[in-house]
């Protein structure tokens, strides 16, 4: 039995803290969990892009893009990259592009919003540091169980 984010929050509410942002669905999973990898950048998406070339063993990756509505961290290309390689979900606190094309693939992908304009490619930016997204301290290593009604952050696996 697959278990909604309304179902783990009325079984573990203690243990559950829920992402307060209006983030949409832009890829082709609606329902998906993992361990969190985080990224902390703003409008550049160098760091995604190391990362997404990585095996993701079916982490997700949570990137704090600082709210920005400017720039696209993640298109169809990182996107594909992250499927090839294993990522099960990406969660981003900023924008995404080429949304006809993530909305086919076999991955969760969550975010404000999407804008057309790519990146700049700074290199700047940090991997797997805490960060803050809608309001939850977000650590590497906790797991993050999203579906249609919601984004749950936990300090451990609850399945």
Known sequence: M???????????????????????????????????????????????????????????LVIDGGGSLKRALLGDRLAE?????????????????????????????MALGSHPMKTEKKGAGEYNCPVTVGGVDIHPGSWVYADGNGVLISDRSLH
């Open 2 to 60: 697959l278990l909604t984010t309304p179902d783990l929050c009325d079984q573990y509410p203690g243990e559950v803290a829920v992402l307060d942002l209006p983030l949409r669905h832009f890829g082709g999973i609606t329902a998906f969990s993992g361990v969190i990898v985080t990224i902390k950048c703003f409008e550049d998406n160098s760091l995604v892009r190391e990362q997404v070339l990585r095996g993701g063993k079916g982490n997700v």
């Open 81 to 109: 990259k992250a499927v090839s390689n294993g990522w099960s979900g990406i969660i981003i606190n900023g924008c995404v592009r080429d949304v006809e094309i993530l909305s086919i693939l076999s991955l969760g992908v």
